[in-house]
């Protein structure tokens, strides 16, 4: 699908509303943090004001992966402050004033809190995570907070190919970058395709 069109949806769905919150899910590899990006910058050409709001930001610390057997897992649907992530949506949800978010940065491995803000002229969010749509608890109860959704899957075969490259860009040779992926984010992907419910707007691939 091309961006502007996706784009020019969104606006049209949140013709005449407030704070519109849309979902932008997938599976890892799919392609979702440039996707809503993507989807900033067309809102911007189209007149709308908007923000990304990255669920990866609620991340546990590796302390606490630690602590709890699941540091192998990281990435894993259990490695989330699913709760912290659900009342944050709330108060965008509400906000009429600016809010502070927390970002993950993957050179330190960790959430930096209150790296970066959405302003209160941000009337369109653009929510981007794996398990937005995960009919399973604690995850369930963020779904009300979305009032488009988007969910992006260009195919397992595609995801494979992503994930073990995506290992293979960090240093990796190939049969520990198989690995990694095998262990880890093939089966969060596969958990996330099984388990999703059904998303406003289904896209394969898109164009900028």
């Excluded at 996330?192 to 419910?197: H, T, Y």
């Amino acid at each position: 699908m091309d961006v502007e069109a996706l784009a020019a949806k969104i606006i049209k769905a949140a013709s005449g509303q407030g704070r519109f919150i849309v979902a932008v899910a997938g599976p890892p590899g799919a392609g979702k943090s440039t996707l809503a990006e993507a989807l900033h910058d067309a809102l911007g050409r189209q007149g709308e004001q908007s923000a990304v709001v990255p669920m990866d930001g609620f991340h546990l610390d590796n302390r606490i992966l630690q602590q709890r057997n699941l540091l192998e897992r990281k990435g894993a649907p259990e490695t989330f402050d699913v709760d912290g992530f659900a009342h944050l949506l709330s108060r965008l949800n509400d906000a009429d004033r600016d809010v502070h978010i927390p970002v993950f940065d993957r050179s330190r491995d960790c959430a930096i809190a209150g790296a970066s803000t959405v302003s209160s002229k941000d009337r369109i969010l653009l929510v981007e995570g794996n398990y937005l749509l995960l009919n399973e608890e604690p995850w369930q109860q963020l779904r009300p907070y979305f009032r488009q959704t988007v969910f992006l899957n260009p195919g397992i075969d595609m995801l494979k190919r992503r994930l073990i490259n995506r290992w293979l860009e960090h240093g990796l040779d190939t049969a520990a970058a198989e690995q990694r992926a095998m262990s880890n984010d093939i089966p969060n992907a596969e958990r996330v395709l099984a388990g999703s419910g059904n998303a406003d707007l289904l896209i394969e691939t898109f164009s900028r």
